[in-house]
């Protein structure tokens, strides 16, 4: 089992900077991917970012140029720094760890961005 706890979010103005972070414990050999996801109120939840062992990096289109993620994996790490946050990146941010059968979530963060 994989445990992640996330931590950094928080009420920013509009253009500000906020940076993510996600700390895995357990089994943490057996991760083959880290992410944050991201739900809005009343919306689905979406991917943000994502990095593999090649490692490869995924962004969604709303976030590429702003976000940048990055892992440690000394430190077993994942962190999402945030920049030109916009009101619509308010949500809560999710840390997921995909194992090869399973996969983990933290417990969330709120990220509010005020206009």
């Known amino acids: 089992q994989v445990q992640l706890v996330e931590s950094g979010g928080g009420l920013v103005q509009a253009g500000g900077s906020l940076r993510l972070s996600c700390a895995a414990s357990?089994?943490?050999?057996?991760?083959?991917?880290l992410g944050w996801y991201r739900q809005a109120p009343g919306k689905q939840r979406e991917l943000v970012a994502v990095?593999?062992?090649?490692?490869?990096?995924n962004y969604a289109d709303s976030v590429k140029g702003r976000f940048t993620i990055f892992r440690d994996k000394g430190k077993n790490t994942v962190d999402l720094q945030m920049t030109s946050l916009k009101p619509e990146d308010t949500a809560v941010y999710y840390c997921?760890?995909?194992?090869?059968?399973?996969?983990?979530w933290g417990q969330g963060t709120q990220v509010t961005v005020s206009s």
């Open positions: 990095i593999d062992s090649g490692p490869r990096i």
């Open positions: 997921k760890a995909e194992l090869w059968r399973s996969v983990y």
């Open positions: 357990g089994s943490t050999s057996s991760i083959i991917a």
